[in-house]
Structures are given as C-alpha cells and as structure tokens.
C-alpha cells in the first residue's frame, strides 16, 4: 500500500511540474506571437509614412489632392490622386451593386430555405470560389467578360470599368454570403416560431424578422467586402486597363490605385525618383481607405449588435 501511495505521489509531483512548465512557456511564446505581428504592422506603417512624406516634400500636397490629372510619366509631371480614386471607386461600386443582392439573396436561402444536403452542396462550391485565385478571375474579365459585354455593347472598350467591376463583385459574393449567412443562422428559432405562430409567412419572417435582426453582421459583411473590393490588384490590373481618368464614364480604360502600383512597381522606376515614392503616397491612400472602411465596420457591429 505504502508503495502505491508513493507512486502515486510521485505522478502527481511529475504533472505538477509539467503543468508548471507548460504554464509559463505558452504564455510567453503567445506573447512573442503577438508582439511580432504587432511590430510588422508598426513596421508597414513607418515605412508607407516615412516615404510618403519624402514624396510631399518633392510634389506638393494641394496638387496631390485637388487635381484631376495623373500623369507622372511626362515631361511635366501630374500628380492629382483624384483620377486613381475614382477609378477604384467605380469598379467598387459596380461590384457592390452586383454582389450585394446575390450575396444577400444566397444568404437567406442558405439560411431559410435551403435544406441540409442543399447547404452542404452550396457552401463548398461558395468555399472554392473564395479560394480561386485573383489572377484567374482577371483573366476570366479580359477574355470572356470582356469580350461578351461588348457583343451586347459595342461602344464598350477593350478595358473598361463595368467587366472588372462585375468580375471583382463575383469575387466578393462569397465574403458576403458567408458572414450573412452566419449572422442569421445566429438569429434564435424562437423569433422565427413566434412570427409563424402570429401567421407571418417564410417569406416575411425571413425579410422582416431574421433580415432586421441580423442587420448588424449583414451590413458588417458588406463593408468588409466593399473594403475588399478597394484593394483588389490583378483583375483590375489586367481588365481595366493603365489610362488614369477623371471622368464618370464606365466604358473607357481606367486606372485604379492598385493597377498603378503594379504598372510602377513592376516598371522601369528609378529608386529614389519622384514615380518611385508615389506609390508609397498611393499606397498610404489606399491604406486610408480600407482602414477607414474596416472600423466603420467595427463600429457597425458594436452599434447594432443584437444579443440573445
């Protein structure tokens, strides 16, 4: 018995000091974690400040935001950011008024209408859609989008905002649909019970029960894809095309922030010219943007947030 009682002591001694162990390695090994994402971050950000403000100290910041013109390749450089934004601005919006609805809409089925073996279809079709990279889906705009919006079209350029717009908003749906549809799968079945039990139909309850209960993690996901869709590269650098312009027409080449960095970065820019450190004060820009974007998001969940 004496001899039991030992070993089990010394089991219990022997767990204690790996449990000691473990308790104060995981701890520091998750703080080194943290701390070194912490400081790539800080890393990015004094590194996009420290060369955007050498590029305010050769082009002034007035033109930089009050002109319309974005030509740093000529003789006479001009540099009015206006004309990228509003290229992005415009495939963003198209996007969005494309994946908005067909997100949502996919949203609810799965949610509200769909059955099990129906989900257990959609959502892995939704998943590899998400996975599909950004490439693919440019040239999917330049060699097939493209080509079939201007049989219906024909005054539609080659590049143009309505083909990477529709494309980008393609690439989104699954963001949408997924982050939709986990807000409303959150929603309680008694809020649904108790709709149907006053005689509202699926259709009602769907839209004017779960939908509005919901609000904050739809609206959430549709700020986040949106935010998405600013930063989007490679279908709007193969599918839009390299012409800045300031106007409001969808059917000529466009330049977005994010095809400009690409068109200098992979260039003939020289280290240290004035082409090279503006797309540090592009970049800046496009990082505002979707910073902004994301803590309106934050804020939308935290503002509306329903709680059960």
Not at 148 to 177: C, E, Q
Request: hydrophobic share 50%; charged share 15%; aromatic share 10%.
């Amino acid at each position: 018995m004496k001899s039991q009682g030992s070993i089990r002591e010394m089991i219990a001694n022997n767990q204690r000091k790996k449990r000691g162990i473990s308790d104060k390695l995981v701890p520091i090994i998750l703080a080194i974690i943290a701390i070194i994402s912490i400081l790539t971050t800080i890393g990015i950000l004094v590194t996009l400040l420290t060369e955007t403000i050498t590029f305010f100290t050769r082009v002034s910041l007035t033109e930089f935001l009050f002109t319309k013109e974005w030509n740093p390749f000529s003789s006479s450089p001009k540099y009015g950011i206006w004309a990228l934004i509003l290229g992005t601005l415009k495939v963003t919006f198209i996007a969005t008024i494309f994946a908005v609805p067909v997100g949502l809409g996919a949203a609810i089925y799965l949610s509200e209408y769909a059955s099990k073996r129906m989900r257990s279809i959609i959502k892995p079709i939704l998943e590899i859609l998400a996975g599909i990279p950004t490439i693919v889906f440019g040239f999917f705009a330049l060699t097939f989008v493209t080509p079939t919006l201007r049989h219906l079209f024909p005054d539609l350029g080659s590049f143009n905002s309505i083909s990477p717009g529709l494309v980008v908003g393609v690439m989104i749906i699954p963001l949408i649909t997924s982050m939709s549809e986990d807000a409303m799968a959150s929603v309680p079945n008694k809020i649904r019970e108790g709709a149907l039990g006053l005689g509202a139909t699926k259709f009602e309850v769907s839209l004017k029960v779960v939908l509005p209960a919901a609000i904050s993690g739809i609206v959430a996901s549709i700020v986040l894809a949106i935010s998405r869709a600013i930063g989007e590269t490679m279908i709007v650098s193969l599918a839009a095309g390299s012409t800045p312009d300031s106007s409001f027409s969808l059917t000529g080449s466009i330049q977005t922030m994010t095809g400009y960095i690409v068109q200098v970065a992979t260039g003939d820019a020289t280290f240290g010219s004035d082409i090279y450190y503006s797309i540090y004060a592009v970049g800046f820009t496009l990082f505002l943007f979707t910073l902004v974007m994301n803590l309106i998001s934050q804020w939308i969940s935290k503002r509306f947030r329903e709680e059960y």
